[in-house]
C-alpha cells in the first residue's frame, strides 16, 4: 500500500470521561478551524466491528504547510473510559495469548467473551435494549467469565508486564510463562533469541500438560510483543483494573 493511502500513518487518541462528551470533543474539532481536510467518519458507537470495539475516528488528510506531508492521511480516535478499558483488555489479553483479537482473529470463546462485555458496557452507557435482552447477554457474560477465568488471568497478566519488566534486557528476548489461576503463582523463564527451537518446545509439551487442567496456563511471548504493548498503551500498559471494575459494575464476580 501506498503511504498516502494509509488512514492511520499517523494517529491521535483522545479518552474522555462518557459518550457524551465523545461527540461533545467531535463536534468540536469537526467544527473547529483548520486547513485540514475532513476524508471520513466512522462512527464505531452507533456501528460496532464484529469485534465489539466501539468509538469514533475521523480520518484527515493534511492539507499545511509542510508539502512534504500533503495528501498524508491522520485517524483520531475518540473514546470514552469505558470504551478505552474495553480496547485495552483486548490489547492485553491478545498478546498474552498470541491471539490477533483486535482484527477478530482467535479462539471463538475469546471472541465471543469480548463481544459480550462489549454489549453490557454499552448498557452502562447508553440504554439501548430491552431488559430481556440485556439479562440474556448478562447471562452469558457470566458463563464465558467463568469458563475462561476470565478475572483471575487479567490479575496474571498484569503482575507477569512487572516481572517481563523487570528481566527484559533487549527486545529479542523470549519469555516462558506458567500461569497457576487458582493459586495466583506465575513463573517465568527467559529465553535468548538464539534458544527460541528449546522454549517453543518447551512451551508445547507444557501446552499438552495442561491440556485438561483449566487452572494452569502457558504462554509464550517475545519482549518486543510486550515493549510494543507498553507504547500502544503507555497509561494502561497491562492494567485492565478498569475493565474488571466495570465487568463487576454490570455484575461480574
Known amino acids: 500500500?501506498?503511504?498516502?493511502?494509509?488512514?492511520?500513518?499517523?494517529?491521535?487518541?483522545?479518552?474522555?470521561?462518557?459518550?457524551?462528551?465523545?461527540?461533545l470533543v467531535r463536534d468540536k474539532i469537526v467544527n473547529g478551524r483548520t486547513r485540514n481536510i475532513l476524508r471520513r467518519e466512522r462512527n464505531y458507537i452507533q456501528h460496532p466491528k464484529d469485534s465489539g470495539y466501539r468509538g469514533l475516528h475521523l480520518v484527515y488528510r493534511y492539507n499545511g504547510q509542510k508539502?512534504?506531508?500533503?495528501?498524508?492521511?491522520?485517524?483520531?480516535?475518540?473514546?470514552?473510559?469505558?470504551?478505552?478499558?474495553?480496547?485495552?483488555?483486548?490489547?492485553?489479553?491478545?498478546?498474552?495469548?498470541?491471539?490477533?483479537?483486535?482484527?477478530?482473529?482467535?479462539t471463538d470463546d475469546w471472541l465471543n467473551f469480548f463481544r459480550l462485555a462489549s454489549i453490557?458496557?454499552?448498557?452502562?452507557?447508553?440504554?439501548?435494549?430491552?431488559?430481556?435482552?440485556?439479562?440474556?447477554?448478562?447471562?452469558?457474560?457470566?458463563?464465558?467469565?467463568?469458563?475462561?477465568?476470565?478475572?483471575?488471568?487479567?490479575?496474571?497478566?498484569?503482575?507477569?508486564?512487572?516481572?517481563?519488566?523487570?528481566?527484559?534486557?533487549?527486545?529479542?528476548?523470549?519469555?516462558?510463562?506458567k500461569l497457576d489461576v487458582k493459586a495466583s503463582n506465575i513463573q517465568v523463564r527467559k529465553f535468548p533469541v538464539s534458544e527460541l527451537q528449546s522454549a517453543t518446545e518447551l512451551y508445547s509439551d507444557l501446552e499438552k500438560q495442561f491440556e485438561n487442567d483449566s487452572d494452569k496456563d502457558v504462554v509464550l511471548v517475545s519482549a518486543s510483543s510486550v515493549n510494543g504493548l507498553k507504547k500502544?498503551?503507555?497509561?494502561?500498559?497491562?492494567?485492565?483494573?478498569?475493565?474488571?471494575?466495570?465487568?463487576?459494575?454490570?455484575?461480574?464476580?
Open 67 to 106: 508539502t512534504t506531508y500533503s495528501k498524508h492521511y491522520v485517524e483520531l480516535q475518540i473514546r470514552s473510559k469505558i470504551q478505552h478499558s474495553w480496547a485495552t483488555a483486548v490489547e492485553v489479553v491478545g498478546t498474552f495469548t498470541g491471539q490477533a483479537l483486535k482484527a477478530s482473529q482467535g
Open 232 to 253: 500502544a498503551y503507555p497509561n494502561y500498559f497491562a492494567d485492565t483494573s478498569d475493565f474488571a471494575k466495570y465487568l463487576k459494575q454490570v455484575g461480574i464476580k
Open 120 to 177: 453490557a458496557f454499552e448498557e452502562l452507557e447508553e440504554r439501548k435494549i430491552s431488559d430481556q435482552d440485556y439479562e440474556q447477554n448478562r447471562v452469558a457474560l457470566i458463563q464465558a467469565v467463568k469458563d475462561l477465568g476470565v478475572l483471575p488471568r487479567l490479575k496474571a497478566f498484569a503482575v507477569s508486564t512487572e516481572l517481563l519488566e523487570e528481566r527484559t534486557e533487549n527486545k529479542s528476548d523470549y519469555f516462558l510463562l
Open 1 to 23: 500500500m501506498k503511504l498516502d493511502r494509509m488512514e492511520d500513518i499517523a494517529g491521535c487518541r483522545i479518552v474522555v470521561a462518557d459518550q457524551a462528551k465523545v461527540y
